[in-house]
């Protein structure tokens, strides 16, 4: 029989996006799983959903201990639930404002905890959506508001009743080793001041995932995942998986539409006793159809097209850094919250590439400045400060319709604790289209967070 496995965190999946006509879904991935104490059991820690209504992390409570009790028999639920206002004050395609919502359930079947399969976790997520976004509006070819744009669906401003882009099980084959197949979210990004699914940190997607990726890896995959963790720090992350949405169907029919390999690496140390952390990240697909930047125009049943390739990469690296911390800095970190964890000031900074042949994007570069409880008896509160600039390879076609090989975006974020589970969120933007007559664009947003 396979020994009892204590590990702490679960496989998450990471690092998907898709290029659409002016719009660039990009993600992050990683994976991180630390040892727990001996005493305990189970894959997943144990939540605590006790406490005041004032002081609680999940909104709904307890239920009376009955939450506590099916946690620990294995079973744990919870629900994101996230309403957001933005405006495009000035500038943009037009001006206007928008209201809409996401609401994502996650279930949790720890089979390791229940004492079935040692090792064996089974996860889900049903994702709702409803309203619009000012993505359409803003003229920024990288979406604004980066959580209005999953579920991925046909019209960006879709009502999404309820979707299930993820459903898949992992076993842990030793304390380092795990396997896992089905179906996975891509949008958590493994870095402690720039994640957080476009909801808890910065809203725009090329500031909060990596967008290099957008050609081959879209927001819900159906692949396969290997994970190595050598130490605590440590994870090597690999994923074979399909390059066709799977956010409302199986996947099963959509190997042949083509196929990505992702590799990447995390690495959480200490720099003079101060928390930091890099993640490097390689991507190839292949078995797809994409367009050469200068390449031929071919006659094609009655149509002209570009001559196509059948493979293309891209590779993405970024890096965290605390600069100061209060009370300490040997407190955990968990770079997979969306969170800053520690009171303190930090920065962060990623930069992409991809295949000159087939990718428009030349080379992205975003950095930020993230700080947490500056302000006297707002210990919890976080804001940042971040900007990014995306160099683009147009050929001649692009080139010759006007549009520019440059586009650059500054965001200001405050994010206010209300209550442990309840999250107001301020927003502004500054965004410069590459998109012909497009003026630079200011937008502001405010949304509102609640964990129950």
Do not use: C
Not at 160 to 171: A, F, G, R, S
Not at 374 to 391: A, E, F, Q
């Amino acid at each position: 029989m396979m020994p009892r496995i204590r590990v702490k965190n679960a496989l998450r999946a990471a690092a998907v996006p898709l290029l659409g006509a002016a719009t660039l879904l990009a993600p992050a991935p990683d994976v991180l799983a630390d040892a727990a104490p001996a005493t305990s059991s189970g894959i997943l820690p144990l939540a605590d959903y006790s406490g005041e209504y004032a002081k609680r992390s999940y909104l709904l409570g307890d239920f009376g201990g009955k939450r506590t009790e099916w946690a620990k028999q294995g079973f744990t639920f919870d629900i994101d639930y996230n309403q957001y206002f933005q405006a495009v004050t000035d500038g943009g395609r037009d001006r206007d404002s928008e209201y809409g919502g996401t609401i994502d359930v996650n279930i949790n079947v720890d089979f390791d905890r229940m004492g079935l399969i040692p090792g064996g976790l089974l996860q889900m997520r049903a994702v709702s959506r409803y309203g619009n976004s000012v993505n359409g509006i803003s003229g920024a070819a990288i979406p604004v508001n980066a959580d209005a744009t999953h579920p991925t669906t046909s019209s960006a401003d879709d009502d999404v009743t309820l979707w299930l882009p993820v459903i898949n099980y992992t076993q842990y084959l030793s304390k380092t080793f795990a396997i896992g197949f089905g179906k996975y979210d891509t949008y958590d990004s493994a870095n402690e001041f720039a994640g957080g699914r476009g909801r808890s940190q910065w809203w725009n997607q090329n500031l909060n995932m990596p967008v290099s990726p957008a050609l081959i890896i879209p927001y819900s995959v159906l692949g396969g995942v290997a994970l190595f963790m050598p130490n605590p720090n440590l994870t090597i992350t690999g994923m074979v998986a399909t390059s066709t949405d799977t956010s409302n169907r199986s996947g099963f029919d959509n190997f042949d539409d083509g196929t990505f390999g992702l590799l990447s690496l995390t690495n959480k140390y200490q720099l003079s006793s101060l928390p930091g952390g890099v993640g490097l990240m390689y991507g190839y697909g292949w078995d797809g159809d994409f367009n050469e930047i200068n390449g031929r125009l071919n006659f094609d049943s009655g149509q002209l097209k570009l001559s196509t390739e059948d493979s293309t990469w891209f590779a993405a690296a970024d890096a965290w850094q605390y600069l100061w911390v209060e009370g300490g800095s040997s407190q955990p970190v968990d770079i997979n919250n969306g969170r800053q964890d520690l009171q303190g000031v930090g920065v962060f900074s990623r930069v992409q590439f991809a295949d000159k042949d087939t990718n428009p994007v030349d080379y992205i570069l975003s950095a930020g400045v993230s700080a947490k409880g500056l302000i006297p008896g707002r210990d919890n509160d976080s804001m940042g400060l971040g900007y990014s600039y995306s160099k683009l390879q147009l050929g001649r076609f692009l080139t010759a319709i006007g549009i520019e090989d440059t586009s650059t975006a500054v965001e200001l974020f405050y994010n206010i604790e209300l209550t442990p589970a309840v999250h107001l969120n301020l927003d502004a933007q500054l965004t410069n289209s590459a998109l012909p007559n497009i003026d630079t664009a200011t937008i502001l947003g405010a949304s509102l967070q609640i964990r129950l």
